[in-house]
């Protein structure tokens, strides 16, 4: 929580920061995660570490930002396998156009996780691809011989519980939004003169993505688990 709110404070700032730490560390799921013998939450916090390091990094931090997530990718491999990679997507609309310089996280993100599933795959050969990547990740959503497919809408409810009680600052933040917007359109801000704005705008559209995204993932984690 710590590193979370201090890599925060560097994107944003010190007040967003202290809130969402504030938020994060008193909410339902996270709460019930951390007295649950399950990987969720470390592939959770290493994730979480990785893209904030990869977006510092990104943003003019240097490279040992990005290293800093590269390492903490893999850690989060370890933890759940394909799921960090599959959230990390919105990352790459931002670091396709520094490709180059992802190369070196790449790697060391490779070289922490690929040992263990390198050994695992020794040991058990095809037998652990197939129960450790189809079944356990693609049958065990999209297929009901584990009995863990429910409805697209179950999650929804499932997401406003981890979030409690901070559930209503959902519509707190839909309203406060929509005031901008009207604020907006009484200044009669030209377009031009807008262009910070629009960069801002970009990327809180991309945390609320990511925030959605993970969110979602742990409800759906929280599930499967079960």
Sequence with gaps: LGC???LLAALTSRP??????AILSTCAGWLAYTHVAVTDLPMTAAYTLAMLS???GLRGGGDKWLRASGILFGIAVL???LVPLALALPLTF???RQWRRMLVPVLLGVCVAA???VLMWLRFG???L???FVRQHFARVYSGGLQHVQPWWFYFPVLLGLLFPWTPLLLALRRSGACRESARCQCGAPEDASQKGKVREAKSRFRRRWAVEGKNSRAVGTFRNK
């Design 16 to 21: 967003a920061a202290l809130a969402a730490t």
């Design 54 to 56: 990869a977006l510092r």
């Design 130 to 132: 197939d129960e450790h």
């Design 115 to 117: 040992p263990w599933y």
């Design 79 to 81: 933890g759940k396998s």
């Design 4 to 6: 979370f709110g201090a």
């Design 126 to 128: 095809q037998a652990f």
């Design 94 to 96: 931002f670091a396709l």
